[in-house]
C-alpha cells in the first residue's frame, strides 16, 4: 500500500449512466450545478479538457485521457490560476447502472505528498457532486457554503 | 499506515431539523437505510440497534453524544458478520451544519460529515464494509429529503 494521496468518492444518483455522462462532460449542463463553471469534456482521448469560471476565466485545460462512454472518464487535474506550479494529478469517473440508476465513482489521485490541491479537491468534490445529484434529480443543483472561504476555493479548486 | 477510517461529506438541501429527524427517526431510517432501522431513544448512554426487517439485529451499540441538531456519535459494533464483530467496537460521529448560502445565487444547504473509525488498531474489515454501505445510505438520505425518494429501494 502506498501512502500517497488519494481521493475516493461513490454516490448513488436516481439518473441513468448515460445523463450523468452528458451533466460530466457538457458546459451548458455543468454551469447549473458546477457552481456555474463551464467545463467541457466531451472530446475524444488526446483532446482537451477546459473548466471556464463564471468570470470568463480558464481555470483547467488538461488532457483527456480516456473516454469511454458512459463508462469510463479520466482527465488530467492543473489548476492554472490556484495552484499553477504544482503539477497535474488526474481525475477518474467510473459510472455504473445500479438499480436502474447509476452508481458514480470519483478517484482523484497521481499527487505528491503534501499536495496543497489534494487538501482543496478533497472539500470541493463532495460539493460539486452532492449539486450534480441535486441537479439530476430535482432540476437544481446547490449553492452551499460560499461565505465560507475554505469551501469556496475548494469549490473553485474543483473546476 | 494510518489507521483505516472511513470520511464522507455530502451536502443537502434541506434543514439541519429535519436532517437530524431523519437521522434518528426510526420511521423514516426504515425508508432510505436499504430496509434497516434503527432503535434507540437517542439519549446519551442509551443503548442503540440496528435491526433486519425480520427483527434480526445487525449492529448494537450505545450513544455517545446527542446534540440535537447538530451532533450525533454512536459507538458502534457489527452483530451478524463473525470478522466484523471481531474487530470490535467502532466510534461513528454525524456532524450536521447548515452551509450559508451565497446570496447571489439563493438556496442553502445542509452540510453533513460522517467519521466513523475503529475504536481498536487492528482490523479493516469492517471499515471497509461501511465505506461500501454509507454512499448508499447517505446517497439514499439526501434523494429522500430532497425529492421525497429514495435512489434506490433495498
Known amino acids: 500500500m502506498s501512502d500517497k494521496p488519494k481521493f475516493v468518492y461513490v454516490t448513488y444518483i436516481a439518473a441513468p449512466p448515460e445523463k450523468v455522462w452528458e451533466a460530466l462532460t457538457k458546459p451548458d449542463i455543468s454551469e447549473k450545478y458546477w457552481f456555474g463553471y463551464r467545463v467541457v469534456a466531451d472530446g475524444k482521448p488526446g483532446d482537451q479538457m477546459t473548466a471556464t469560471s463564471p468570470a470568463g476565466k480558464l481555470s483547467h485545460r488538461d488532457p483527456i485521457l480516456v473516454s469511454d462512454p458512459p463508462r469510463r472518464l479520466v482527465y488530467g487535474w492543473k489548476a492554472l490560476d490556484k495552484l499553477p506550479d504544482e503539477r497535474a494529478s488526474r481525475v477518474t469517473f467510473e459510472l455504473a447502472p445500479f438499480n436502474g440508476q447509476t452508481r458514480l465513482t470519483v478517484i482523484h489521485d497521481d499527487f505528491d505528498e503534501g499536495s496543497k490541491m489534494f487538501e482543496m479537491i478533497s472539500k470541493g468534490w463532495p460539493a460539486v457532486l452532492s449539486s450534480m445529484k441535486s441537479f439530476l434529480e430535482t432540476g437544481r443543483g446547490l449553492a452551499p457554503s460560499w461565505d465560507d472561504e475554505a469551501t469556496r476555493c475548494a469549490a473553485e479548486a474543483g473546476a | ?154
Open chain 2, 1 to 154: 499506515m494510518s489507521k483505516p477510517k472511513f470520511v464522507y461529506v455530502t451536502y443537502v438541501r434541506t434543514t439541519p431539523e429535519k436532517l437530524w429527524a431523519a437521522l434518528t427517526d426510526p420511521q423514516t431510517i426504515r425508508k432510505y437505510w436499504l430496509g434497516i432501522t434503527a432503535e434507540s431513544d437517542w439519549k446519551p448512554g442509551s443503548p442503540w440497534t440496528l435491526k433486519f426487517e425480520d427483527g434480526r439485529t445487525a449492529d448494537t451499540g450505545e450513544i455517545l453524544e446527542a446534540v440535537a441538531p447538530r451532533r450525533l456519535v454512536i459507538r458502534w459494533r457489527n452483530e451478524f458478520r463473525p470478522e466484523l464483530k471481531a474487530e470490535g467496537y467502532s466510534r461513528c460521529s454525524m456532524e450536521i451544519e447548515m452551509a450559508d448560502y451565497y446570496p447571489d445565487r439563493g438556496g442553502k444547504a445542509v452540510k453533513l460529515t460522517i467519521h466513523h473509525e475503529l475504536e481498536g488498531e487492528v482490523g479493516s474489515k469492517f471499515i471497509e464494509a461501511v465505506s461500501v454501505g454509507w454512499p448508499k445510505v447517505l446517497s439514499n438520505l439526501k434523494s429522500l429529503l430532497e425529492t421525497g425518494d429514495v435512489a434506490f429501494a433495498a
